[in-house]
């Protein structure tokens, strides 16, 4: 092909010159025919050639059929292939690419095959219609964090101590835990005790925490999660539990720590009769399942219960454990029903477990976010039902008292109408969160959720978390004693330090959400952080 062109240029350059040879020369048309000559030329090249310009080009075409994996063999002509490196490997500087790469390639932008580009026929117009209700109905979580890189050695160290070394190793760790020196970007120091401490034992909990759950126990009661209402804390965390792949271990063995997987809302809808206000058959109940437990294993009776751990949100939480001597006084009780004046509830060993009201299991984080400072006309809110010795007061004292304070029983039908519950703590600066029959309150976490600063009324009730979080920062807490002077508490607030709590709230915020997906320093990951805690605050360091 090339003595071809050659052959056809020198035949016209003759023509050329013996046709004009005695007439003026225009280069510019001279110029632009050889242009076009040239193009020509390796036009006919690219058609005709099986292999063609092999010394023009870098990169080789290479076609992948759309429905093979990437990975997989390539189907081309492996003589034409090698050929075609071998020619190519006289290009000095040029990168040699194997046109068969080897599996493990990284490959950072993944190729899509044609067919999953082009939207299927048919069914659009239905696909259009339903679009808004099935973005409102489908959960996207978000993706998981990268996990922490841990050295080799270091995974090599861990691996090599037994469950105990390794928590006498993590309490020496905390006790010396060194000062943040930067800003974490996930962790906003003025909501924490000592942020500080909480981030190294944080890490070591991620880097050694193994949990053995056990099997046993039939359904509804056990490994059923109840993902719904105001007692949905225990499902929840029942239900991210027994997904966790990093945490958990089949190996009782290798086991820091040993749950209890019980739903104390179901066991009540089992066993409890209606109206007979008799809890007895619901604590003979799990005395019957500890004894099995402790009979089968070997692991009840080495600690007498006490790196076991249960999670119960329902009221009833607490009072149906006194069958049992050892699990009453020696488990990890993370409880909702976290009242520190009834003996049950030990401060330090056992966790308050935060009350979260989750209407839709399907999207928990619904209506989460608030209005801005500017549009929270109300000064403070509150409306629920009549129970307890605390809201009857409340009430007596402060309803229809002030135009900016909203102080209801439930909330009436006529207001309800013109702004909902919801609206009303996105719309005020204070919500009102106190005690009913029991210390704890969702108002607390639904505040949270809607950025309306928490004023909590409930004498004996450590805070949700506040092994590790500052309730001062973002929260007010009221005596029951000084309902009388609420108003008066809350005004005399300036302004800035208002700002700042709120501010705090949005921040705290997060610590407070039910992923479906567990991230990093979520609900999920803070409650098993203080079960954690609990655990290392037993361990005894020897003096050697």
């Not at 050889?34 to 390796?42: D, F, H, L, N, Q």
């Not at 409890?272 to 089968?296: E, G």
């Not at 809201?391 to 009436?412: C, Q, V």
Request: with cysteine; aromatic share 10%; charged share 25%.
């Amino acid at each position: 092909m090339k003595t071809l062109c050659e052959s056809l240029a020198v035949i016209l350059m003759k023509e050329f010159i013996r046709l004009f040879g005695g007439y003026k020369i225009d280069w510019k048309k001279i110029f632009f025919a050889g242009a076009i000559m040239t193009a020509s030329c390796v036009m006919l090249q690219m058609f005709i050639l099986n292999d063609p310009l092999d010394m023009w080009f870098l990169s080789l075409p290479v076609a992948i059929p759309s429905d093979k994996p990437l990975n997989s063999s390539l189907s081309l002509n492996k003589t034409s292939t090698e050929a075609r490196v071998k020619r190519l490997q006289i290009i000095s500087g040029a990168p040699i690419v194997s046109p068969n790469p080897p599996i493990d390639l990284n490959l950072s932008v993944p190729i899509m095959p044609v067919a999953a580009l082009v939207p299927p026929r048919g069914k659009s117009r239905r696909r259009r219609k339903d679009s808004k209700v099935d973005n409102m109905s489908k959960v996207v979580p978000p993706p998981p964090p990268p996990r922490r890189t841990v050295p080799s050695h270091m995974q090599k160290f861990i691996w090599s101590l037994t469950p105990k070394e390794a928590l006498v190793y993590a309490k020496k760790e905390v006790e010396h835990a060194p000062a943040v020196m930067e800003d974490d970007p996930d962790l906003y120091a003025p909501i924490f005790r000592n942020v500080s401490v909480f981030k190294r034992s944080y890490e070591l909990m991620e880097l050694i925490l193994k949990v053995y759950i056990y099997r046993d126990g039939a359904r509804p009661i056990f490994h059923q999660p109840h993902l719904r209402g105001i007692y949905a804390s225990e499902g929840w965390f029942m239900k991210l539990m027994e997904e966790n792949r990093q945490f958990v271990t089949r190996d009782p063995e290798k086991a820091h720590l040993f749950y209890l997987p019980y739903s104390m809302r179901q066991l009540g809808m089992a066993l409890y009769v209606p109206n007979s206000h008799n809890m007895k058959p619901l604590s003979i109940f799990l005395r019957d399942y500890t004894n099995t437990i402790a009979a089968k294993y070997p692991f009840w009776n080495r600690t007498h219960g006490s790196d076991h751990f249960l999670v119960a949100c329902h009221d009833w939480g607490p009072y149906t454990l006194t069958a049992h001597e050892e699990l009453t006084k020696n488990t990890i009780k993370a409880l909702c029903n976290a009242d520190t004046s009834e003996g049950i509830f030990v401060a330090r060993k056992d966790v308050s477990l935060p009350e979260t009201t989750i209407r839709t299991p399907r999207r928990p984080l619904r209506n989460v976010g608030g209005f801005r400072v500017s549009q929270r006309p109300l000064l403070a809110f509150f409306a629920g039902n009549m129970h307890g010795r605390v809201r009857p007061t409340l009430l007596k004292l402060w309803r229809d008292k002030h135009e900016d304070m909203k102080i209801y029983g439930p909330l009436p039908l006529r207001v309800s109408r013109k702004m909902s519950y919801i609206q009303h703590m996105k719309s005020s600066k204070f919500c009102i969160c106190p005690m009913g029959y029991e210390v704890n309150s969702p108002r607390i976490i639904e505040s949270i959720y809607y950025e309306c600063v928490p004023v909590i009324i409930a004498d004996n009730f450590p805070l949700p978390l506040s092994d590790v979080l500052d309730w001062s920062k973002f929260s007010v807490a009221v005596a029951e004693k000084d309902i009388p002077k609420l108003r008066e508490i809350l005004v005399a607030i300036p302004m800035r330090r208002y700002l700042t709590m709120q501010i705090n709230v949005k921040m705290v915020q997060k610590h407070f959400l039910w992923n479906p997906r567990p991230i990093r320093y979520d609900l999920f990951h803070m409650i098993l952080h203080s079960i954690w805690s609990s655990r290392l605050n037993q361990i005894q360091i020897p003096e050697s």
